[in-house]
């Protein structure tokens, strides 16, 4: 039983570069999401998706895409790395129940740093 | 829009003390979740309550309990003869149809337990 699986657990980009945070579940949750974790500022919504072919923003969508081809993947891609994209990114999945979304399971965090 | 408020960035108790996490939240939904996670040293996000806003009774799980009060827009997690392994940042978060069913998190409490 996988849950939620993000790759890769670590990365070290360089300014500029671009890169893609893949994220898998295997639990036909209807809603996925990304969220960063940087000291004293909690988590923050990057993108979300309601189901396949539906994205939407979160709080930081900015220098950051996503899509949502299936119900099992959301990727997060970098388009062109700052220093302050450094930080810890989560993805998280769960079903919805009236509109509104059940308790997140989330995978195992991706730490990104960028020089 | 809705918020939620850990206005308690930091703790420290002594092992068996009791320790209140409070969780102030807005929200214009009449129905919403509220919920609560652990982060542990080693960082992985662990769920620890969901409850649905019709439900107003307090809950108890071992040593855990919550109290949850409408009237104050209030969702405190009570610890009852801390652990050591108590240790962890508590995170506070909201579900509600108004935000299109994203889960907005508080800032956390870093709540440490020394023996």
């Known amino acids: 039983n996988a849950g939620v699986t993000q790759t890769p657990k670590f990365q070290v980009l360089k300014t500029g570069q671009s890169m893609t945070l893949q994220c898998a579940q295997d639990m036909n949750h209807e809603y996925m999401s990304w969220y960063r974790q940087d000291p004293g500022m909690g988590l923050r919504l990057i993108h979300y998706s309601v189901g396949a072919g539906i994205t939407d923003q979160g709080e930081v969508p900015n220098g950051y895409n996503v899509s949502r081809s299936t119900t099992e993947d959301f990727p997060l891609r970098l388009l062109s790395a700052a220093p302050s994209q450094t930080s810890v990114y989560f993805c998280?999945?769960?079903?919805?129940?009236?509109?509104?979304?059940?308790?997140?399971?989330f995978g195992e965090g991706s730490r990104l740093t960028v020089l | 829009a809705q918020k939620v408020t850990q206005a308690q960035t930091e703790i420290s108790v002594v092992e068996k003390e009791d320790v209140t996490l409070d969780c102030v939240y807005e929200?214009?939904?009449?129905?919403?979740?509220l919920f609560w996670y652990k982060q542990p040293p080693s960082g992985e996000l662990v769920f620890l309550i969901r409850r649905n806003s019709f439900d107003e009774q307090n809950e108890i799980s071992g040593r855990y309990s919550w109290n949850f009060q409408k009237s104050t827009s209030s969702f405190n997690f009570t610890i009852t003869a801390s652990q050591v392994v108590d240790s962890a940042v508590y995170f506070c978060a909201l579900s509600g149809t108004a935000s299109g069913s994203r889960l907005t998190f508080g800032e956390g409490t870093q709540l440490t337990v020394n023996p």
């Open positions: 998280a999945s769960s079903y919805v129940l009236a509109g509104r979304t059940g308790e997140l399971f």
């Open positions: 929200t214009r939904d009449t129905t919403y979740y």
